[in-house]
T-cell receptor
Framework: GQQLNQSPQSMFIQEGEDVSMNCTSSSIFNTWLWYKQDPGEGPVLLIALYKAGELTSNGRLTAQFGITRKDSFLNISASIPSDVGIYFCAGPTSGTYKYIFGTGTRLKVLA | DGGITQSPKYLFRKEGQNVTLSCEQNLNHDAMYWYRQDPGQGLRLIYYSQIVNDFQKGDIAEGYSVSREKKESFPLTVTSAQKNPTAFYLC???????????FGQGTRLTVV
């Protein structure tokens, strides 16, 4: 099935550093969603984007809806140990109820 | 509190047996979904339902079955025909198209 291309696949960073990750698609999306998943738990919604060019923040997290509508970016500022987890991007295929998920970025924060 | 409840959290099954995973939501969402997640991998769609008494196959429906008799409930049955059933199963729901998807806590199924 279709998947979004998410990069990087994994990151090891020092506590306090900023993090950037992105998600790209060959097709246009009308909505971009960013999730965080802790081990053994379900994904939790972090940020939802609905408009091309939109920039939205949630605490230390900032996400942007790319102007081409084929990509999205998530930034985490001043990382802390609890930021550890897997971050997924997702979007519904146009006009359908089917959601496509990225392959995930695994983030590890070193204290 | 509104949300999605999956049960049980952990499930063990003997080979050759069918098993049913529960998913209930009180968000009044129309659409519900089942995903499978394998270690180190993303989410793959098994089945989804846009409305009561209707459901569609996803990318990996073989060996699974679902029903949607009530808006709040979307149980998934893992049949003996599923060759590699050991995985983490996630249920989700959405209000409509192009809206946020919310997930349950997941059920980890292990075949012994």
């Amino acid at each position: 099935g279709q998947q979004l291309n998410q990069s990087p696949q994994s990151m090891f960073i020092q506590e306090g550093e900023d993090v950037s990750m992105n998600c790209t698609s060959s097709s246009i999306f009308n909505t971009w969603l960013w999730y965080k998943q802790d081990p053994g738990e379900g994904p939790v919604l972090l940020i939802a984007l609905y408009k091309a060019g939109e920039l939205t923040s949630n605490g230390r997290l900032t996400a942007q809806f790319g102007i081409t509508r084929k990509d999205s970016f998530l930034n985490i500022s001043a990382s802390i140990p609890s930021d550890v987890g897997i971050y997924f991007c997702a979007g519904p295929t146009s006009g359908t109820y089917k959601y496509i998920f990225g392959t995930g970025t695994r983030l590890k924060v070193l204290a | 509190d509104g949300g999605i409840t999956q049960s049980p959290k952990y499930l063990f099954r003997k080979e050759g047996q069918n098993v049913t995973l529960s998913c209930e939501q009180n968000l009044n969402h129309d659409a519900m979904y089942w995903y499978r997640q394998d270690p180190g991998q993303g989410l793959r769609l098994i089945y989804y339902s846009q409305i009561v008494n209707d459901f569609q196959k996803g990318d990996i429906a073989e060996g699974y079955s679902v029903s949607r008799e009530k808006k709040e409930s979307f149980p998934l049955t893992v049949t003996s025909a599923q060759k590699n059933p050991t995985a983490f199963y996630l249920c989700a729901s959405t209000w409509s198209v192009n809206t946020e998807a919310f997930f349950g806590q997941g059920t980890r199924l292990t075949v012994v």
